[in-house]
């Protein structure tokens, strides 16, 4: 496939050293490797945002209902500032943090706004701020929601979109996008999803407001629309404010996936769920619990799914997997004897099999067998396992599960 979106290959991962010598190169995975550099702290730096948000270089990746906007669906759309200005007005930025806060009137809504960083790689045309130097890009939700001049606004901004030709990609997994494009998609998904998800303070339950460029939200002491209600204007006492903790952050849950190897390294583990087309499987991954190791974590969900007691862990690469919020740990582990091996299905009922492979079987599958979930698989495939696409982190850890060399330990990529 020409189009197939290529997996980020950073320069550091090209780089010679002797870590990289001793464990191999680094493994990048799909969504990750942003070409954005964050400056995370310049987020409460409003000259900053201010300068930003104005520069002609300003791009903004629109979302509604979390659907980013697009020219094709493996081509994103970044819109200037004057196509969204109506949303997102020029002085935006211009007041500090503290007053913003001291003005909150809670009947006022604005759309979801985050900056995301600069991208370095258009200095020639990028705004300059001490040394940095890039084009500024931002998230912005469109979703009709919130105050009714909000809703009317957000309306008018699709319509003008789309009379462009263009839309807003419905897809379960967003995964046509080029490896940037795809890192830039997650953190835009992400923060506007977790944005959405937090209007609310979780202590006093009152209305809160985004701060810090998008990446925090705070629960202000007063509300100006209380007045209206006859009220007086200070909120309720709420801990969010009294003690360190007073902002709401962003969420990443982590999540571990592990490419399971027998105790001859001749056999890999894999599941399937009920979910899954014929033939598909893939590596077992669940949730990391709280007091939990990541290599504890490993062991417990492949007891729990598949009953196979795990040796060896080892922590392999990750994935940002912005659905909503997850960070995907890959590891390799491997069981120390036959024993081990067996499978039981009925600790937890979450999987429809789990089966040990003929590492030859899945070679085969990982080189003719691929694709998207609910694509087909590629022209040579007649049948037998079907795995996961490169974009996954699935892919990668049955790819190092296979050239596993158990002489010296060793897996080459
Ligand atoms: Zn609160």
Known sequence: ???????????????????????GRETVNYFSSSPLNRLSFLRTE?????????????????LKDLA????????????????????????????????????????KTTPHLVFLGLDETRKQDGLTWNIYTGAPFFALD???????????????VIGEMEAKGLSFLQARVVMSF??????????????????????????????????????????PPTDAALVDQGKCVER??????TTLSNLSFPRTDPTIIVAVISADAKRILL????????????TLA????????????????????????LSRVVIHSSQPWPYPANLMIGAIAQVSDVEHEKINLEHDPELEDAKWFDVQEVEEALRIGISALGDNAGPEYKGGLRLPPHTAIANQLIRAAVNFDPKSGDSKM
């Open 1 to 23: 496939m020409s189009n197939a979106p290529q997996i980020p290959v950073p320069a550091h991962t090209l780089a010679e050293t002797m870590l990289s010598r001793r464990f």
């Open 46 to 62: 409003h000259p900053f945002l201010s300068a930003a948000i104005r520069h002609p270089s300003a791009r903004f990746v629109l």
């Open 286 to 309: 669940g949730f990391i619990e709280p007091a939990e190791s990541i290599e504890d974590a490993v062991r417990r969900e492949v007891w729990e799914e598949a009953g196979v007691t």
């Open 142 to 156: 469109v979703t009709p929601k919130g105050c009714e001049e909000q809703q009317t606004t957000c309306k008018s």
């Open 178 to 219: 080029s490896a940037d494009e795809a890192a830039v998609y997650a953190q835009s998904r992400a923060l506007i999803d977790w944005n959405t998800r937090n209007t609310f303070c979780g202590t006093c339950g009152n209305p809160t407001l985004s701060v810090n460029a998008g990446t925090k939200r705070a629960c």
């Open 236 to 241: 309720p006492a709420c801990n969010t404010r």
């Open 68 to 107: 980013p906007l697009t020219k094709s669906p493996a081509e994103p759309y970044y819109a200037k500032h004057n196509e969204v200005q109506k949303l997102v007005p020029d002085d935006i930025y211009d007041k500090p943090e503290e007053d913003i806060i001291k003005e909150f009137d809670s009947r």
């Open 271 to 282: 599941g399937r769920s009920k979910r899954f087309p014929p033939n598909w499987y893939s």
